[in-house]
């Protein structure tokens, strides 16, 4: 059974991995481009983690407060990132974003709408004036849907549930990938001359995450054994607000809508804690008394938002701060409470539910807790990943000819920490840019060839589990274990002597992970999947501690119990990690060019 | 100082992930029996499995259970687990339900729980089918068409309450549940002639939609095959997403296809108006 048969070859000029915004949006423009393009996802069409997005994508169109522009809205992005982003994304994703918003109503979206009939936009973290373009909470099924539709009918060649198992390349430059079926089993090769990666986040290396089985840093781990350079790897962003109760449900998102429609985090003592911190940077835009935030919400432009609306990973920490201080709730976290504006409008319970429809179905299903009446229980959930592939500004490629990334799996954007809604506008901004270079790159480079030695090896790792198959332990320990590992060392407050801790375990779990063996056949066994999804996840788990053991200052997503504050000296570079030649993992300090005049000024301007 | 310092814990396990901790061990368990259909290309039986279970799991935790712990390679298709992605659509108990989003505790704790596959559909492995022929007929429906933009910027004018409709079927989350249920495909096997519910919903929601300017009466009638609809409403009764797609979507497109196909003056006047609405 363990021997590789033979394998069926697929030909494209652009290959594009993941189905989700940034696949979609990538594999879209490079047909538009005249590329011939595939598309392969590890799940059915339409399901990838985009569909899960809620409160929105953020572009600065100014239609709901004409004071917001670009300058503003790459000035916000950069604050939230203290300053680590690529500016260039940053500006690019700043200028676009609107007009790819705008393009996917032409295909077909249907965004809610101003009195005025345009598409309305809505107040976020981080987010000066209202610039998120939504959809009640559902915008990432209407993201998604509206590409899928408007895709199919572009002469895509979708291979659907296909996982990629290893990218190939011919010399330095990047010639596609072997993957395998779900379903048969089979191994198929691509044969491509431009790759972009879109393969989203790396959620599934914690145990407490509010994200899907796909999110193993698929993506992340490749592109680095391809010889591709990964940047800002220990910058995870921990969502405040995930389901804590009951324990079978904890790490499902709770949206930052429920805060932007005015709902309030209280601790045990029925007290706002949040107003009790608010750091000095945000301190002229955010409201001090209860009155003004609640206004804030209610769209009132003289008003500054509520602490609540402060940056996610400042907020994640107020609430481990709560609950260690011994003030959190029954379950282990704050209360998040938005039946609470009943005190304020006359048809509140309505409101609520027009206007969070799936957050009310969700704690009613899964929690048996009617959100229009009680306060919902909280606490922080593994949500984001800022860091991934490096790489250039303009065109998406990465440090491997021909290889491209974009969406959660390409870094840059987002710098330290990211704002909620620049996800969904990153997705369009960037898959359209990859898309197009990846096309451009097809049409100047020649044909590839494929290392018929390199697909043999990596078809035959792939079978190696079932040669185990009498092995006393299975995948799914090892993953746990590592889940463990990971949320207990290199969570949301880290500190050095854990993380070497962390450091130690993934050694040994690289080792069950070889040892670990798979019962069954080759035809949809999730087992299998399991187990061929460890070895990304262990690689992108040693990445992230590498990292943040070497960050020894907190900063954004990154927060180090040990070295409590901000320290300038690591304000000018990046950290990448690279396959060294003896295949170990290598860290290196990337500078971040200075910032031309005309950005510079931007971001005096808005201080 | 740019964020507070958490006050620090006991070393390994602070009191934050304490709490946690705390909270598990606090949580009911049960022992609960299922009988999952194992088997492929739709042979197969029920096999039993005991599992402790605990308090406020659904049946997708159950069966990621049994898979962790008694059966590794039992085949099962989800994603998000939030109800949001329309993947791990079964029957349990009988009923088309999304796994996740069904609580062990309101199902029958003195009887086993039964999930079964999808029966509309080929079966694939275990709680896996073969869901393509839903891709394929999407591909048949006309794109979407939107008349010429209403302002200068390139952008559109459209009011909220133009779009609430359309919007209540672009919460379809494609579990198929409906196409599951509908006696049409599930026990007269039209596949070759009936779109099925979920896509007369997106066909209404692009005949509905405030700016597309296409006509999908003609194939709705013929190719689409809405006569076969004879309004059961079992799909509506299923729906995940709680889509009215009887009354709001399904009954609006056949009064359509009468006044297009039966009533050549009402034609007139929708033709008349559709051109309004591709000039306003
Ligand atoms: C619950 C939730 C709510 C969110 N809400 C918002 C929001 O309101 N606003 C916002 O801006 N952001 C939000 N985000 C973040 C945002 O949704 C994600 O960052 C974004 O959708 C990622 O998109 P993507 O295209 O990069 O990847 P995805 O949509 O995750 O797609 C990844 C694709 O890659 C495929 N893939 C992965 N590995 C492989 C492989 N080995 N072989 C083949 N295919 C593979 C997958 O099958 C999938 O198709 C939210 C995230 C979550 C979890
Ligand atoms: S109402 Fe029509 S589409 Fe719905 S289940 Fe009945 S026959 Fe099928
Ligand atoms: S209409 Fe409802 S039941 Fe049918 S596929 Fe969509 S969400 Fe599922
Ligand atoms: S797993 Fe997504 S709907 Fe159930």
Redesign the interface.
Known sequence: MSTPTEYKTVEHDVLVIGAGGAGLRAAIEAAAQGANVGLVCK?????A?T??AEGGMAAAMGNVDDRDNWRVHFADTLRGGQYLNNWRMAELHAKEAPERV?EL????A?F??TA????LQRNFGGHRYPRLAH??D?T???LI?TLQ??G??QGLDVH?EVTVLTLLKDGDRIAGALAYDR?RGRFRVFKAKAVVMATGGIGRAYK?TSN???YTGDGHALSYHAGAALQDMEFIQFHPTGM???????G??VTEGVRGEGGVLKNRDGKRFMF??I???YKAQTSDTPEEGWRYTQGDKDARRPPELLTR??VA??I??E????R?S???GVFLDIAWIKEKLPNAEEHIKRKLP?MY??FM???GIDITKEPMEI?PTTHYIMGGVRVDGDTQMSTVPGLFACGECAAGLHGANRLGGNSLSDLIVFGKRAGEHAAKFAKSNGTVSIDSAAVDAAARRALAPFDRAASAE????VQ?ALQETM??NVG??RAQ??MDVALQALGSLKDRADKAG????R??????HTALDLDNLLTVSEAITRCAIERKE?RGGH?R?DY???DPAFATFNFVVAKGKDGSMELSREPIPPMPEHLAAVIEEMK | MSSPMPTAGAKGQDAFTAAQAAQDASAKHATRSFKIWRGEAGKGDFVEYKQDVVEGMVVLDAVHEIAATQANDLAVRWNCKAGKCGSCSAEINGMPKLMCMTRLSDLDADKPVTIEPMRAFPHMRDLVTDVSWNFEVKKKIQKFTPRPPDAPDGTWRMQQTDVDRVQEFRKCIECFLCQDVCHVLRDHHKHEEFIGPRFLVYAAALEMHPLDTADRVPELRKEHGIGLCNITKCCTKVCPEHITITDNAIIPLKERVVDEFFDPIGKLVKIYSRRKKANG
């Open positions: 799940s059915l069409l339409g399901k983690h569909v899960m705008k109503e032409g295909w077909g249907l809610d709408r005025d009939g345009r598409i959809v009640g559902r990432g099924l209407e849907r539709d408007h199919v009918h659907m379903e407490i899907s089985w796909e804590i109760w009951p324990p079978s449900v904890r499902i998102l009790d911190n750091p000095d940077n990973d400042h920490r107020m481990v701060n609950v260690r201080g011994g959190g029954p379950h282990g799936s179905h969700q299903q899964l929690a606490g299975g995948p799914y320990q746990e949320q207990d949301i407050v002597a854990e798979v019962k069954g056949n035809e949809y066994n999730p087992g299998w907190s927060f119990e409590p504050d901000k």
